[in-house]
C-alpha cells in the first residue's frame, strides 16, 4: 500500500502547472474541485495522462464561465450531465458538477440531480478504485470506501451494495468484466454473485453502450478474465448468447474438443500474434480478436452425430460468418468492422487441406484474392486456431503454413497477386471482339479473370488469342 501512495504522489506532485492554476480558479471563486475516477486510479498504477476528469460544487453555468478564464477551447455537449470541456494544449480536462444520480427503474438512462458534496458524488460511481479523488490544489486524498485498499489487492467491489449499484445501472456489470480484463483484477465475490442474479437487467441497456463495453474488454490486456466473467455470471446469455453456447457438452469419448475453451486459447494466441505500430495488424486489433472470438460460433447449430460416434461440424463457417453479421449488427458494430470479421470466419477454415497436399499456384492466387484486405489477419487467426496437444501434429501445420506463406511471398516477386485483374480490360474486350458494352463483355471479362488465376499473368498475344477462342467456342 505504501508504495502505492508514494507512486502516485510522485504523479501528483508532478502534476502540471496549468492543472494546478485551473484548481486555484475554481478554489478561490469558493467552489470544490477533484481530480476523480480513473485518472485517480492510474496514478496509483503508475500511469499517466493528459486527460483529467475534475468533480465540482459548481453548476454548469459557473463551470463554463470559470473554465473560459482558463482557456477559451471549451464544449459544452455534456451539459446536460453537469459535464464541461476544455482543452490547454495538449491537457484535455472536463468538469462535471457533482451528481446524485436517480433512475426509474425502467431504463439505465438517468435522470441527473446534482449533489452537494464530493462524498455523495464519490458514492455513486461504479467501482471502489474508481470511487477515490484527490481534492485540489491541497493534493488531499479521498478515499471513503477503500479503494485503494481494494487497488492494492487487484478487486473490483461496489462501493455501494451491488445489487442497489447493478439495479441503479446495469451497465456497470458489463464494466466489471471490462476491468477484468484492461486491468487484471479479480470481481469480488459479493459483487459477481450480484452480476449473476442481476444478469437480465443488461436487457435495458442499449446495444450501442453495450457494444462499446464488449469492444473495450475486446481490446484489453486480458480479454479471457473479462469473457469468462460475461459467461459465469450469465451476461453473455443476454448479450452475446453465441459465446455461452460454445460449452458443448464433450462425448465420452472425446471426439471434439471443448469448443468454448479452443476459442478462449484462439483469441489469446491470436493476441499473442499482433505486431507493433509498424507492421501488418497493430496491438490492439478488433478486428482479429473478434474474428478469434466468432470463429466457431457455427459449430452448436451445424453439431452432428456421425456413425461410429464421431462429431461432425460440416460448414460450420459458412453458417458462423452468416452468425457473426447478424449478432455485430444487433450490436450496431459499423458496416466495415462487422463485413471484415465475418469474412474471416468465412475464411477461416480455407488452409485446411494445404498440408495434406501442397496448393496449386492457381489455388494460392485464389486465397489472396479472396482473403483481399484481411489476408495478413487471416495468417494469424489460421495459426491461432491451432490448439492442438499434439507436438506432431501442431509442428505439421505451422510448417505448412509457413510454406503457404512463403508462396505467397514468391507469387508477388513475379506478378501482381494483391489485387488480381485479367490481363484485358472491359474496353480491350469490346475492341477485339468488336462489340459494345453489356452481358457479353462481362462474361468476357469474368473468363479471362478465371485464365488470369488459373496461368498467371499472360502475354497480349496469348491472351488476344484466348479470348478470341472463348468466342468462337461461344457462338458456334
Do not use: C
Not at 457479353?440 to 502475354?459: F, N, Q, S, T
Amino acid at each position: 500500500m505504501d508504495v502505492l501512495r508514494r507512486r502516485a504522489a510522485s504523479l501528483w506532485e508532478a502534476l502540471p502547472a496549468s492543472i494546478l492554476e485551473l484548481a486555484e480558479v475554481f478554489d478561490q471563486a469558493g467552489h470544490e474541485f477533484a481530480l476523480v475516477g480513473g485518472p485517480v486510479r492510474d496514478a496509483f498504477l503508475g500511469r499517466s495522462s493528459s486527460d483529467f476528469d475534475f468533480a465540482t460544487s459548481a453548476r454548469p453555468d459557473d463551470t463554463e464561465r470559470l473554465l473560459r478564464t482558463w482557456t477559451r477551447s471549451t464544449w459544452d455537449m455534456g451539459r446536460e450531465f453537469g459535464t464541461i470541456g476544455g482543452r490547454r494544449g495538449d491537457l484535455v480536462v472536463e468538469i462535471t458538477t457533482f451528481r446524485a444520480d436517480e433512475y426509474d427503474g425502467e431504463t439505465r438512462k438517468p435522470v441527473v440531480a446534482f449533489g452537494d458534496s464530493l462524498e455523495g458524488d464519490l458514492a455513486r460511481r461504479d467501482f471502489t478504485v474508481n470511487a477515490m479523488a484527490v481534492r485540489l490544489p491541497a493534493r488531499e486524498l479521498v478515499d471513503l470506501h477503500g479503494g485503494l485498499e481494494d487497488l492494492g489487492g487487484g478487486l473490483l467491489r461496489t462501493p455501494i451494495e451491488p445489487d442497489v449499484s447493478f439495479g441503479d445501472d446495469p451497465l456497470r456489470m458489463m464494466r466489471a468484466a471490462r476491468f477484468a480484463s484492461q486491468l487484471g483484477f479479480d470481481i469480488e465475490p459479493a459483487t459477481f454473485a450480484a452480476m449473476s442474479r442481476l444478469a437480465e437487467r443488461i436487457g435495458i441497456v442499449s446495444a450501442e453502450r453495450v457494444r462499446d463495453e464488449l469492444t473495450k474488454l475486446m481490446l484489453g490486456a486480458s480479454p479471457r478474465a473479462g469473457l469468462r466473467a460475461l459467461v459465469d455470471s450469465g451476461l453473455a446469455a443476454h448479450v452475446l448468447p453465441e459465446l455461452p453456447a460454445l460449452q458443448l457438452e464433450v462425448d465420452e469419448h472425446h471426439h471434439h474438443k471443448d469448443v468454448y475453451e479452443h476459442t478462449l486459447t484462439v483469441v489469446d494466441q491470436a493476441i499473442a500474434l499482433e505486431t507493433g505500430t509498424d507492421g501488418p495488424v497493430p496491438a490492439p486489433d478488433l478486428v482479429l480478436r473478434l474474428a478469434a472470438l466468432l470463429h466457431d460460433i457455427g459449430k452448436p447449430p451445424t453439431r452432428r452425430l456421425e456413425p461410429g460416434g464421431g462429431v461432425s461440424f460440416h460448414h460450420h463457417e459458412v453458417v458462423g460468418a452468416k452468425m457473426t453479421t447478424k449478432r455485430m449488427k444487433a450490436l450496431r458494430f459499423d458496416k466495415d468492422t462487422t463485413r471484415a470479421v465475418s469474412h474471416l470466419v468465412g475464411l477461416h477454415l480455407r488452409f485446411h487441406g494445404y498440408a495434406d497436399a501442397r496448393w496449386s499456384d492457381s489455388a494460392v492466387r485464389r486465397y489472396i484474392t479472396d482473403a483481399g484486405d484481411q489476408l495478413e489477419r487471416l495468417h494469424r487467426l489460421t495459426r491461432a486456431d491451432v490448439t492442438t496437444r499434439n507436438r506432431r501434429k501442431a509442428d505439421r501445420l505451422s510448417f505448412a503454413y509457413d510454406d503457404l506463406e512463403h508462396r505467397i511471398a514468391e507469387l508477388r516477386e513475379r506478378e501482381e497477386v494483391d489485387a488480381i485483374r485479367p490481363d484485358l480490360d472491359g474496353n480491350a474486350i469490346m475492341e477485339i471482339l468488336g462489340i459494345g458494352p453489356g452481358r457479353d463483355v462481362g462474361l468476357a471479362y469474368k473468363h479471362m479473370l478465371e485464365l488470369r488465376m488459373e496461368h498467371g499473368p499472360l502475354e497480349d498475344d496469348r491472351a488476344r488469342a484466348e479470348l478470341l477462342a472463348w468466342w468462337t467456342e461461344r457462338n458456334s
